[in-house]
């Protein structure tokens, strides 16, 4: 398996754009997490999926981002209108339901930079 | 829910030195735990894990036991490598049962020659 994809690897834009984030999780597995990475806050968890239904989505910034599975193979997120402090490193990460002590999956990330 | 202590970084030790990350967290019940590690430019990775008290898990040298007296799940390598410099996290398990973890928030790792 090639593991969890995610697109862009890198973005920049600037300020108000529209940036949309892709990811594919592993094939087989039921749980999908976006995280946020910045030095400042460290590794936030945004929302996660369970079967592309949102579980919890009370790590989302703000009405700004929102995020997307319309399947079980494509996740988006999506930030309308982008700002400066939303520059971070974006993860998403997949795992599969079971027993206790699962393992998640993780993406390269997505490198956002709004200038 | 959890939350976790992690020691902050950076770190730096001298290649075949002793590393010890300390982890204590605070959970409802007795959750499974983990650690992750993260090379630089790198998504994170599962680096070892233990499901239950006295449990050690174990991975590419490290080591770490569940306590639950003291609610701690200590990293620990006999003798670093340049190649371990990364960031490593702990990460409690959450009791809702949806594969939800906390992360701490990090201890970057530099291991000099």
């Known amino acids: 398996d090639a593991g969890v994809i995610q697109s862009p690897r890198h973005e920049v834009t600037e300020m108000g754009q529209e940036v949309t984030l892709r990811c594919k999780p592993i094939?087989?597995?039921?749980?999908l997490f976006w995280y946020r990475q910045t030095m400042m806050r460290g590794l936030e968890l945004l929302i996660y999926?369970?079967?592309?239904?949102?579980?919890?989505d009370s790590g989302m910034p703000e009405d700004r981002f929102s995020a997307k599975m319309p399947n079980a193979s494509f996740s988006t997120l999506k930030i309308q209108p982008s700002e400066p402090r939303d520059s971070a490193v974006y993860f998403c990460?997949?795992?599969?339901?079971?027993?206790?002590?699962?393992?998640?999956?993780f993406g390269p990330g997505t490198r956002l930079t709004v200038l | 829910g959890n939350s976790v202590t992690q020691m902050e970084g950076p770190v730096t030790l001298s290649e075949e030195a002793f590393l010890t990350i300390n982890c204590t967290y605070t959970?409802?019940?007795?959750?499974?735990l983990f650690w992750y590690v993260q090379y630089p430019g790198e998504g994170l990775q599962l680096l070892l894990k233990a499901t239950k008290a006295d449990d050690k898990g174990s991975n590419k040298g490290f080591e770490a036991t569940y306590r639950k007296e003291t609610t701690s799940f200590h990293l620990e390598k006999g003798s670093v490598q340049v190649s371990d410099s990364a960031v490593y996290f702990c990460?409690?398990?959450?009791?809702?049962?949806?594969?939800?973890?906390?992360f701490g928030i990090g201890t970057k790792l530099q291991v000099i020659p």
């Open positions: 959970a409802t019940g007795y959750p499974s």
């Open positions: 094939s087989g597995h039921d749980y």
């Open positions: 990460a997949s795992s599969v339901a079971g027993t206790r002590g699962n393992e998640q999956f």
């Open positions: 990460a409690p398990e959450d009791s809702g049962g949806y594969q939800k973890v906390t």
């Open positions: 999926f369970n079967n592309n239904v949102p579980i919890d």
